[in-house]
């Protein structure tokens, strides 16, 4: 019987939990609920069900087309991102190096900037040095974004790498940069494989950056964006929910990679 | 003598401690040096020089015959058997002993060929495959050996790397390290605090204490002719007997122990009569009898505590001049005795003196 | 004696099956090539300092100080950009305007209040969640019930403020809802309000706050909660004088990253507010776009934003964090 005093809390906190996901599961169902409602407008009840949206998006050129572009950037910008990230985070935990506390601030303030800002300002900084807007802007901008989730990831796996094992491979016959890339690189992946999959999300869903930095051709984010002001359609349902389920497929991957990877 | 390593007044310091202070040591090509000293004596600052990881603010190292002072660690022919062994988690066990020998560009035959050679001599073969943790401690120390070795460096340094082992795998390791460095022939400078440890595998033992070297010497020579009392404490158990020189006479040195004349041994020094001294009287060089024994020097006292450590038994006797004496005897050698006066007694060639530093400041 | 044999057997052919020896990189550092640039630089000081620090310092004053930079020194520019003919002169004008007309200074000040609001009720709400996770949870289902966090996470910012419009809209689902169970004739108008705006903002960020939170409640140890209990605390009190100054600093980080990136939401606002709802980065982007196309204006907008942000949040881990934090 006294136990039920203690235990009250403990249901309470369990109850919320499952609440709080219900409310964070619940749009997102109702959205793909909606992809398969055989109507036209977008509306409560669904009644007929139909794939008919969905057959339209897999041939839709321009849905196809934005996918290949924001997965062309994507990859792009996070490459970029995981060689400098990863040089940057070599560049704090080296030895004989000052400031590192004003390089990792100002090493990961892009995070810190309110994406709007940041938008604007990469727009007017594209413009002073006569670049012009598009692929290679946006690209520009995303790396700069994801620079600091690298930084950070790649900072966290080297402080709990044996500072030794360096030592050992320079006492074996390694110079700086064969060390590195024989010992310190192998020692990151994990890190940098979960660093690099955030980074294509992050990419993925980018909307600010490539709003100010983009040209006519769209990408994903912005291609949803301007179907839904034009106006509702089970079709944006249906083409929100395809990449719904490409993305958080693609981030419970990575979850399960990076976490296999930690426990090994 | 050839020396394969030479320091010459070599000086670290980092900041104003110094670390190494005007170091000159020599160290014969095949033989097993130990650096024993406490934590911050230098010795690992000294082989960290040794490897390149560290370069002395003065003075020259020679390696082989060349000056190696500032050569960078990948470029010369040393390796290091680190403490927490540091070996490389991604890679296999056949593969972090190839290392060093992929990196110095052998085709992979050679490679294959030698890191065989080198795991059958610790017995691993069946685990070469396996990454370092899937192995045991012992197994990981092991490895770690080997791939210093496999490069075939002039001077093999091994940096505490018992430490992490417990006590019983500590000693199997003691031993076969020693075969190891038989078997190959290679000079290996080892770097410890554990006195029991360089007494045991040691041909040669430096005592640094304080960033200088305090003695050096065999191990039999340094337990039983300690030259300082930093030495007589960290090596073994001892008692001091502070005293006061009485008379010379060729080796024999007649001494005040506190009211009690004691004979003592030859020691590195010259006495004078009237010189503050310690003698150094290891435990176990220390009889009890009830009857008054024939040795050398003898002293009435009582047992005050004794300690069964299954092998012997470790005693504290007061001596009638109020000191104190630690003595290890043979349980059986006690058997009779109880709470009565007894003799304590020892010859004058298991004692040796060294000079009293409180005195000499 | 036949067990023998076969593990023997088993040696040989381990023996003989050769391990993936690298020598590629070794190839690499003995080219001649190698030796002779990237493997002579590395050597030295100078080159290993070039190598290291070279490409991230310029990285780092280039594009994180460089727009940042720019956008500072074009809001005080009359005119930007500058056409041919055109004149531009350093002005404070851009800064000026600000300060006398309220479309441009309510809607800073809207922001500040939606993204405080926000901030707070993410608090509230995400703790207790964070809370269960770290510490109800027993530790091998932790991942578990993290990652059903985490998948609208995954969605995106454009999906998730779509999928709000499910269902807020005038036939989504809770207008739909209330009309079949007769509580309403109408629906309840609630897109493009204030309240559609603060439900999408909190939809949007709340799990933003969840990881710094459960960072640092699961750093707790239980044994100080054991202990406490054992020393006759209750719920409340074991709450209020260990589990919430110990997470203090997870609360100061979550709070300061939901703030600013509630700040900077840009495409949450323009789908899902309306004319009463206009926020700050919306004047900031007319500037850039559409018919009053003048950018000095627009990056003085941005500095004040970005300025009294970075304040706000500064001043905030300051004084609830009590000493230097940082945000990570």
Not at chain 1, 193 to 218: E, H, K, N, P, W
Not at chain 3, 28 to 37: E, G, I, K, V
């Amino acid at each position: 019987m006294r136990n039920l005093v203690p235990d009250f809390p403990r249901a309470a906190l369990t109850a919320f939990y499952w609440a709080f996901l219900f409310y964070l599961l619940l749009p997102l169902t109702l959205m793909m609920a909606l992809s398969f409602k055989d109507a036209n407008f977008v509306s409560f009840p669904i009644g007929n069900l139909t794939l008919d949206w969905y057959a339209k998006v897999i041939q839709d050129k321009q849905f196809l087309e934005a996918c290949l572009y924001s997965i062309g950037i994507a990859a792009a910008s996070t490459l970029a991102a995981t060689i400098i990230g990863t040089w940057i985070a070599m560049l704090i935990v080296a030895e004989g190096i000052r400031w590192q506390v004003v390089i990792f601030a100002l090493a990961v303030l892009p995070a810190v900037v309110p994406g709007m800002i940041s938008a604007i300002s990469l727009r007017i900084f594209i413009s002073t040095i006569d670049m012009p807007t598009g692929t290679g802007a946006i690209i520009l901008g995303h790396t700069v974004h994801s620079v600091p989730f690298v930084v950070v990831m790649a900072l966290t796996r080297l402080r709990s790498m044996p500072k030794n094992m360096v030592d050992a491979a320079r006492d074996l016959g390694a110079d700086n940069i064969v060390a590195f890339l024989r010992v310190t690189l192998p020692y990151l992946a994990p890190a940098l494989f979960g660093g690099m999959m955030f980074c294509v999300l992050l990419s993925i869903d980018d909307f600010v950056r490539t709003f100010f930095l983009g040209g006519y051709r769209a990408t994903l984010p912005m291609l949803i964006f301007a179907k839904v002001q034009g106006g509702m359609s089970p079709e944006i349902n249906a083409m929100a929910t395809l990449v719904l389920v490409v993305t958080t497929s693609f981030g419970l991957y990575a979850e399960f990679i990076t976490r296999r990877a930690r426990t090994r | 003598m050839d020396p394969i390593v030479t320091f010459e007044n070599v000086t670290k310091s980092y900041g104003t401690f110094l670390a190494v202070e005007d170091l000159n040591l020599e160290i014969e090509r095949g033989k097993f040096v130990t650096l024993l000293g406490p934590s911050g004596c230098g010795k690992s600052t000294t082989l960290r020089m040794l490897g390149g990881f560290e370069v002395p603010n003065s003075g020259r190292i020679m390696l082989s015959g060349k000056d190696v002072t500032r050569v960078p660690p990948n470029k010369r022919n040393v390796n290091i058997v680190f403490q927490d062994y540091a070996l490389f988690p991604h890679l296999s066990v056949a593969r972090n002993i190839a290392f060093g020998l992929e990196l110095k560009g052998h085709d992979k035959k050679q490679i294959h060929r030698r890191v065989s050679e080198l795991l059958e001599l610790v017995q691993l073969q069946e685990f070469a495959h396996r990454i370092p943790a899937e192995l045991s401690g012992g197994q990981r120390q092991r490895v770690a050996l080997m791939r210093a070795l496999a490069p075939d460096p002039d001077v093999l340094l091994l940096d505490e790397p018992l430490s992490a082992l417990d006590a019983k795998l500590r000693q199997q390791m003691q031993m076969e390290l020693k075969s190891i460095q038989k078997t190959t022939g290679k000079t290996f400078l080892f770097v410890t605090h554990d006195q029991e440890e360089a007494l045991t595998m040691s041909d040669q033992i430096v005592v640094m204490n304080k960033g200088k070297i305090e003695q050096m010497g065999d191990p039999t020579a340094l337990y039983s002719q300690p030259s300082s009392t930093f030495v007589a404490n960290f090596i073994g158990e001892t008692n001091l007997l502070r005293s006061k020189v009485q008379s010379v006479n060729g080796d024999l040195t007649a001494v005040d122990w506190q009211g009690i004349t004691v004979k003592a041994g030859p020691g590195a020094l010259l006495p004078q009569p009237g010189d503050s001294i310690n003698v150094v009287l290891r435990p176990e060089s220390i009889k009890c009898s009830l009857s008054e024994p024939s040795t050398t020097n003898k002293a009435k006292g009582r047992i005050r505590q004794r300690v069964f450590k299954g092998n012997h038994t470790s005693l504290m006797i007061e001596v009638a001049n109020g000191a104190v004496l630690n003595a290890l005897v043979h349980p059986s050698d006690i058997a009779q005795i109880g709470d009565q006066d007894i003799w304590v007694g020892w010859n004058t060639d298991s004692t040796t003196l060294i000079p009293d530093k409180h005195a000499a400041e | 004696m036949v067990e023998t044999a076969t593990r023997s057997d088993l040696n040989t052919t381990q023996d003989r099956e050769m391990p993936r020896y690298s020598t590629l990189i070794a190839k690499m550092a003995n080219s001649f090539l190698y030796r002779h640039t990237l493997g002579a630089a590395v050597e030295t000081r100078m080159g290993r300092v070039a190598l290291l620090a070279g490409l991230p310092l310029i990285w780092i004053v280039a594009l994180n100080l460089g727009p940042i930079y720019q956008m500072l020194k074009i809001s005080f520019l009359s005119n930007y950009p500058v056409m041919p003919g055109d004149k531009s002169e350093f002005t404070l004008e851009n800064y000026i305007v600000f300060f006398q007309e309220p479309i441009f200074f309510l809607p800073l000040i809207r922001s500040f209040v939606f993204a405080t609001a926000t901030t707070m009720v993410t608090l509230i709400v995400v703790y207790p969640v964070a809370y269960y996770v770290a510490k109800v949870v027993r530790p091998s289902g932790r991942p578990r019930a993290l990652l059903l966090l985490l998948v609208p996470f995954w969605a995106g910012e454009i999906i998730r403020t779509f999928s709000v419009i499910m269902l807020l809209s005038n036939r989504g689902a809770i207008n739909v809802l209330l009309r079949d169970i007769g509580l309403i004739d109408r629906p309840i108008p609630m897109l493009y309000t204030p309240f559609s705006l603060g439900f999408g903002l909190i939809y949007l960020i709340c799990l933003y706050m969840l990881l710094p939170l459960y960072s640092a409640i699961e750093k707790i140890p239980s044994s100080l909660l054991d202990a406490s209990a054992d020393l006759g605390a209750g719920p409340l009190t074991r709450f209020r004088r260990i589990i919430l100054p110990l997470s203090k600093d997870g609360i100061v980080s979550g709070c300061a990253l939901v703030f600013l990136t509630c700040i900077g939401v840009f495409a949450t606002l323009m789908l899902l507010g309306g004319p009463n709802t206009v926020l700050f980065p919306e004047t900031i982007s007319s500037f850039f776009h559409g018919a009053s196309n003048k950018w000095p204006v627009g990056a003085a907008f941005a500095m004040i934003m970005l300025t009294t942000a970075l304040i706000a949040a500064g001043l905030f881990v300051r004084l609830v964090g009590g000493k230097k934090g940082s945000t990570f």
